[in-house]
Structure formats: structure tokens, C-alpha cells
């Protein structure tokens, strides 16, 4: 994190940063990321599925199958995107060192309660030493819907230099680091045990 006068300090200052990373391998289709022997994201989720649910009678459903005069079956797949909110993130933190006070102030639909309880945990402070307030803001649908690094490193920034350090996002860091929305891959299938012509009419009454 680099913290400056002006924003056009500190992108020159974090041009200075050298970094040092490590490739690795890296799989950005859903279906393929769980196949075995796809890269893995997290060791404890070497299949990399973080959630399986299955509802219904399999041995139903499996009769069902197996008796069916016809199978319909249905591959489709929505692309996954990423938020583009009119208004970028911002974020405003502040620290008071008489009472030890952290205050977060930025937009998020998470809710001021789940981001007080992260912010305290992730600067070790009990939670009456943090602070959060929303304002009004533009849509959610999911962009803000999360706990940014910003939230809390802004309020600590303010600690080490002594006055409130303000954080504006850009449209590209919105493409590169905001929250993404899911892609949807779904496979439906449905049985018919009788295959016959069917006619629809409408009635319309006044």
C-alpha cells in the first residue's frame, strides 16, 4: 500500500514496487476447473467445489430414466461478468488516538454490521473500537456485496500517518479487483414416458 499527497503520487511511488511472483497454473472455465486434475485455487478444496446439494429420490428419479420413451436434454451456459458500477469504490478511513476509535466510511450492501465485525477482527481491536458508515449509494447487485481490502486498510493507514487517508477506485481496478458475478453452466435433463401431439388454445373472455 503506498500512501501520498495526491493519487498521482502515489501511482508513481507504487511504480517503484517489485514484485516477485510465482506462476502458476491456472484454469478459467468453470466446468473445467472441476474436472480431475485441474489446477488448484485452494488445497482444501482439492476438487475445487466449494458446495454439492442434492435433493429429490435418486432411486425415483433413476426408474424414471430407465423407463422413459424419450430423454430432452438441455447444455446451456451464461459467461460470467463483472460489475461496472456508474459510481467507482471509495473508501474513507480515519483513526481517533485519543479514543482508539477506527471508522470506515464507503458503500457496500454486505450491511454496516458485517463490515464492523471483519474490520475489528482484521485490525485486532474489540468491535467498540470500530466504526462503519453507508451512505447513500447507486445499485448493488452483487459488486458491493463483499468486504474490500480498502474497508480496512484505509482506517489503518490513517493510524500510522496521523490524519484520514481517502481511496478512490478507478474504472480499471473495477475490472481487475471488484467482486465478479458468477457464470452459470447448467445440464437439465427431463423423461417422457408418452410422446403424443399436444394443442394449445387460447380463450380469451371480455
Given amino acids: 500500500m503506498v500512501v501520498a499527497e495526491t493519487k498521482a503520487a502515489a501511482a508513481d511511488a507504487a511504480e517503484f514496487i517489485e514484485i516477485d511472483y510465482e506462476p502458476l497454473p491456472a484454469v478459467t472455465d468453470a466446468r473445467a476447473a472441476a474436472t480431475p486434475g485441474a489446477p488448484v485455487l485452494w488445497p482444501a478444496r482439492p476438487d475445487n467445489q466449494s458446495l454439492n446439494c442434492e435433493v ?33 469504490r471509495s473508501c474513507v478511513g480515519s483513526y481517533d488516538s485519543t479514543t482508539g476509535l477506527y471508522t470506515a466510511r464507503a458503500a457496500s450492501g454486505r450491511g454496516v454490521v458485517q463490515t464492523r465485525v471483519r474490520l475489528a477482527s482484521i485490525l485486532g481491536v474489540p468491535e467498540e473500537q470500530a466504526r462503519v458508515y453507508f451512505g447513500d449509494m447507486g445499485g448493488n447487485y452483487g459488486t458491493r456485496n463483499a468486504f474490500y481490502s480498502e474497508y480496512a486498510l484505509t482506517p489503518w493507514a490513517a493510524g500510522k500517518v496521523g490524519r484520514p487517508v481517502k481511496w478512490v477506485g478507478d474504472r480499471s481496478e473495477c475490472f481487475l479487483s471488484d467482486y465478479q458475478g458468477r457464470d452459470l453452466a447448467v445440464t437439465a435433463e427431463l423423461p417422457n414416458w408418452h410422446w403424443m401431439p399436444m394443442e394449445i388454445s387460447w380463450v380469451c373472455a371480455a
Avoid: C, Y
Fill in 56 to 88: 429429490g429420490d435418486q432411486e425415483a428419479t433413476d426408474e424414471a430414466f430407465a423407463s422413459a420413451v424419450h430423454i430432452v436434454k438441455l447444455d446451456t451456459w451464461v459467461n460470467r461478468i463483472t460489475g461496472s458500477p456508474m459510481e467507482p
